[in-house]
C-alpha cells in the first residue's frame, strides 16, 4: 500500500476528478431538488399585463372624478378579483367594500380614484429579460412558482449522477451483509444520486476487475476490500491498478479509502467497517457525487461554532472525525470514538468535529466549528 | 370577515389541530427521512459475537506465549478480515504484516499476543436492550447502516400525510392557473407530503363544498378565493363555515389565511396572490404537514444571528416578513418587499426576516435572526 495521503490532497483530487454532468430538459412540476444548468430570464414582463390586486370592481378612472358621497358616480359593474387581467378601458380597482352595487349589472362610486389605485403594474414583478434565477440554483418551491408565473413548463438541469455499488468484502457469518450497501445507497440518494446498481460481487481481483470494466455509469463505489489484505482480500485495489491514484487516506475513520478512474469515471474503494465506510463516503464518495449532480460539494450538514466543554482529543498526523454530544449553551462534550463504537458514534452524537492533521486536538474552552447531525 | 387573529394565535390553533399521524411498518431500506414511530433497541448484542478488527489471522493467544523472532512459534493459517467473526479456538488476531506464512497453511509467530488484541468484542457497539434510535427519529443514512447491522430489515414509521390540494380561483387572463398548484405541490412533498390530488375546481361555494365533503385526506389546502370578495370570490370561507375557526392572520404576505377543520382534518385556505400563498403555505399548512408527519414543526430552514445594515421597516399591528440580502460579514440589506415585487422577493433574496405584529422593524445595527433560504 502507498503512503497515506493527507484528507486535503483526497479532496483536491476529487474536486479535479468529478465535475457537472451534462444537462437534460425536465417538466417543472418535477423539478424540486435539481440543480439548474442555466440561468433563467423572463420571456416577457411579470406580469404581462396589468392587474387587479385586491377583490373590487374595475373602472376608468377619469369617470370617476368629482365623485363623492354627494356626488355618486354610477358605472357598469365589473367585478375583479386579485390576479385578473384588468378589463379594457379600465386603469384602477376600486376595493369591494368601497362601493355599492343595487342591481347587480351597476355601481355608485362615492370616492375619486387615481389611475393605477389597486393595480398591479404590467412588469412589476420583472422587466423582460430580467434574469429570474441563476444557473446553479437548486430549485425549490418557490422557484417553481416564479417559473410557472413566468410561463415554463421545463427546465434544464443538470443530469443526477448514476451510482454503482459493489459489495466485495462479506465478512465471515458477522453483520447482514448489505448493511454498508443499504447504508452507502441512503446517503448517495441524499446526495442527489441514481442507483443504478448495488450487488455483491465476489472479493477476488478478477470478479471486481470484471464488474468495474462494464460499469456504464458516472460514478462506482466499491465497499470492502481496501485493507492491508493478502491479493485476495485487497483486491479491490490491484483490481483499479493503473487508475488508482489514492490507496490510503490521513483519515481516521476511513484511512484505507482507495480513489481512482475506470474509463473516466471515478471509483472510491470504501473500506468495509462501517463507520470507516461511512466517513470515507461522506468525505470522498458523497463528495464526487455532489459535484457531479451540481450541487454544493461541502458536506450536506449546519454548521456551528461551538466550545469544548473538555478536551478533544485526536492524533497527531491523521484528521479526525470526533463525534461529539451537546451540552449546555454552545458547549460540546467528546464521546466515545468511531474506532470504539462504530456507527453507535454517528448515532448517538449530535455532530462532529473535524480534528485536522497537524493538530493533537481542541484543548478545553477552545471555539471550533462542529457540524450538526440534523438533516445528513 | 373575521378579525385577524395573531400569528401565534393561528400557529397555536395548528400546533393543536395536527398531530402525528399513526404508524406504519416500512422496510428499513426505503426509510430515508421518515420519521420513526418508536425507540429501536439492540434485540442481542452488538456484535453478536467477537470479530476480527482488521486483516490478519486468527490465533489462540496462550499459543502464542513466548514467541519471539528467535523462537518463531509455528500455527495454523486462519486467514481473518475486518468484521469476520473470530472462529473457534481463537481470541486475538495477529495483524498481517507481523507474521509469516511460508506454506500457504501455517504461519510464523515472531512476537507475544494477550487475549483480545485486535478483535472487536461482541456487545462493543452496543449490549443487549440498549436503546440504538430514539422515537421520533428522522432517519438517515448512518440509522440504516446501524439498524440493518443489528439486524432489521423493516421499521416502523409515521405515515405520510396525504395533502389535498384545490385550486379555485383562476385569475381571468392572468399567469398559468397552476402556477400556486405546482409551487405547493412542490413545497408539501419538501415537508413530507403525499399529493393525492392537486385539482382545479369551480370558484363556487356549492362546488368547494362539495370537493371538501368528499376529502378522504390528512389535509386539505384551497388555494385561492380568500379575500373579501362576494360570495363567489370567497366561496372558499362559507363553503368551510361551522368549522372555519380563523378567517384572516395578522401576517404580510398571508392576510387572508383561513383555518378550519372538515371531518376533523385541517383545512388550510390559502390566498391566491402567489407570495401571499407561499407564505400561508410555510406557516401554516407546511407546519401541519410537518406534524402530521412526525417531524420537527419549524420552518426547515437554517437560521442565524445577523445585523441589520439598514433599517428593517415594518407594519406595527401585523406580523411581516421581509426578504434580505446579505452584505459584508454578518450584515443583511432589506430588498424590496413582497407586496412589490411578488415571487421575485423570495427568489432573489438570501433570506428572511420574521417582524413581529408589535414591532415596526429593526433599526440600523441591531441583531436578528435571519431565515436562510438555502435549502428551503
Redo the contacts between chains.
Sequence with gaps: MSEHRSLDAAIAWIDATAASLDREDVP??TA?GRVLAEAIHAGGAI?G?N?AA??GFAVLASACSGASSYNPIRLPLI???????LPASTDAVVP??LAESDDQAHIEIVEAVAAGDNVEQQG???AIGMT??LAGT?V???????L??A?RSGVSVVCRPRVRILIT?P??????Q???G??????A??DGGVIGECIAIDRGKMAIRAALAEADTDITLVI??T????DD??AAAPAVAGELVIHGVALRPGETTGLGTVSGAPVVLL????AS??WA?ELFAGRAIRRLGGRAAELPC?SREMIAARKIVSSLGTTEICPVRFGAGDAVEPLPSFA?????A??GADGFVIVPQGSEGHPQGARMTVYL?D??
Design positions: 417543472l412540476i424540486r406580469p399585463e392587474r385586491l377583490d367585478e375583479v378579483a386579485p390576479g385578473d387581467v369591494l367594500q412589476a414583478i420583472a429570474l434565477v437548486r425549490a418551491a418557490r422557484h417553481i412558482g416564479l410557472r408565473v410561463g468484502n465478512s465471515k457469518g458477522g453483520a447482514p448489505d448493511s454498508n443499504w447504508m452507502i445507497r441512503a446517503a440518494e441524499r470492502g476490500g485493507g492491508p489484505g493478502s482480500y485487497s473500506p468495509g467497517a462501517p465506510c461511512l463516503y449546519r470504539e463504537t462504530g456507527l453507535m454517528a448515532v447531525y438533516e445528513c
